[in-house]
T-cell receptor
Framework: QQPVQSPQAVILREGEDAVINCSSS?????VHWYRQKHGEAPVFLMI?????EQKGHDKISASFNEKKQQSSLYLTASQLSYSGTYFC????????????FGKGTRLSVIA | EAGVTQSPTHLIKTRGQQATLRCSPI?????VYWYQQALGLGLQFLLW???????NRGNFPPRFSGRQFPNYSSELNVNALELEDSALYLC?????????????FGPGTRLTVL
């Protein structure tokens, strides 16, 4: 089942902060975050596992609330290079269920 | 270390023709995933191959098919092309079975159906 991302779009000025949320109705094993710039492939940012382990970009932080099955991506002191569409992907790891991506959050950082 | 590679970069076909897209995973990765991304839309899961077997397929008609070769590279075939098949086709690879299953994407093949 597709996770729900919010907001759908956000515009920031350089230096401002943003939070992108990703919610699932299913019990998750992990949440993956990607950023896709226009005309390019998605780039892996971070993965968060249930139980608290995480691995990813050292300048981006995220959290995973297992009780709510919700993950949040925190973008602080935004830079122009942060612009793009952010996708979360959720993994249940039951049987052969693939990663399911949300519809994306379009982030625009302006000077 | 080389990333995921895809070929061709662009492909132009006419309605009714067949298209073949190719993907080479990162060395050591055994799983290959195919996604369709239509203009302005998200990532729609197409197919997942691991160790040469199809593990799962998304909600796409049977004319979308593929395979994975012994060297873990993969091929996506789209038969009887329709106009709405025009999209960016992304391939990703991962090492399935570890704790972390981060997928790394290739640059994609942009398929245009005229």
């Amino acid at each position: 089942q597709q996770p729900v991302q919010s907001p759908q779009a956000v515009i920031l000025r350089e230096g401002e902060d943003a939070v992108i949320n990703c919610s699932s109705s299913k019990a998750l094993y992990s949440v993956h975050w990607y950023r896709q710039k226009h005309g390019e492939a998605p780039v892996f940012l971070m993965i968060l596992l249930k139980g608290g382990e995480q691995k990813g970009h050292d300048k981006i932080s995220a959290s995973f609330n297992e009780k709510k099955q919700q993950s949040s991506l925190y973008l602080t002191a935004s830079q122009l290079s942060y612009s793009g569409t952010y996708f979360c992907g959720t993994e249940m790891r039951t049987g052969n269920t693939p990663l399911v991506f949300g519809k994306g959050t379009r982030l625009s950082v302006i000077a | 270390e080389a990333g995921v590679t895809q070929s061709p970069t662009h492909l132009i076909k006419t309605r009714g023709q067949q298209a073949t897209l190719r993907c080479s995973p990162i060395s050591g990765h055994t799983s290959v995933y195919w996604y369709q991304q239509a203009l302005g839309l998200g990532l729609q899961f197409l197919l997942w191959y691991d160790e040469g077997e199809e593990r799962n397929r998304g909600n796409f008609p049977p004319r979308f098919s593929g395979r994975q070769f012994p060297n873990y590279s993969s091929e996506l075939n789209v038969n009887a092309l329709e106009l709405e098949d025009s999209a960016l086709y992304l391939c990703a690879s991962s090492f399935w079975g570890g704790s972390y299953n981060e997928q790394f994407f290739g640059p994609g093949t942009r398929l245009t159906v005229l």
